[in-house]
């Protein structure tokens, strides 16, 4: 096993029902531990950069604004293949796919109120953790 870092974010819709606290104790059963975290209202500017991969994309404009209308809970998660490990307990992206006992299945509320984003790669992990935090908040 190798031991990675990977980056979490608890979106509005989550924070927003009080489901922080599941969503944790969902990850940290699942073997992943919180090295860093912190609660922000994320700025357009900040949506908008953060999620500029999508600037085509014709859903962009409503994530920016999704993203926005409430505050989230970015996390620096470390473990065993934590990137994979991460999105196997996120499960799929459309929570109507995802298996039973995932984050999105129990909490999502659609497709785009899916609860949670987790990178999907160690090189997005790295990008991700560093546009919200500085090495000294990562506390390993």
């Known amino acids: 096993m190798t031991t990675e870092r ?10 927003r029902r009080n489901l922080i606290g599941k969503i944790i104790t969902k990850l940290e059963d699942g073997g992943l531990r919180v090295i860093a975290q912190k609660k922000i209202h994320l700025t357009k500017e900040q949506a908008e950069q ?3 991969v999508h600037k085509e994309r014709p859903f962009y404009n409503d994530l920016v ?3 926005t209308s409430g ?3 970015v996390q620096v998660l470390e473990g065993d293949n934590a990137v994979l490990r991460n999105r196997e ?3 799929a ?7 039973p006992g995932t984050i999105r299945r129990e909490y999502a509320e659609s497709l785009e109120a899916n609860s949670v984003h987790g990178s999907d790669s160690l090189e997005n992990a790295k990008i991700e953790i560093d546009f919200f935090f500085g090495a000294d ?3 390993g």
């Not at 990977?6 to 924070?15: C, H, R």
């Not at 992206?93 to 298996?99: F, G, I, L, V």
């Open 71 to 73: 505050p989230v809970v």
């Open 65 to 67: 604004q999704f993203m």
């Open 89 to 91: 307990l996120m499960g």
């Open 50 to 52: 953060f999620y500029s």
């Open 137 to 139: 908040e990562i506390v």
């Open 6 to 15: 990977t980056f979490s974010i608890i979106k509005p819709d989550a924070t």
């Open 93 to 99: 992206t459309n929570p109507a796919d995802a298996e």
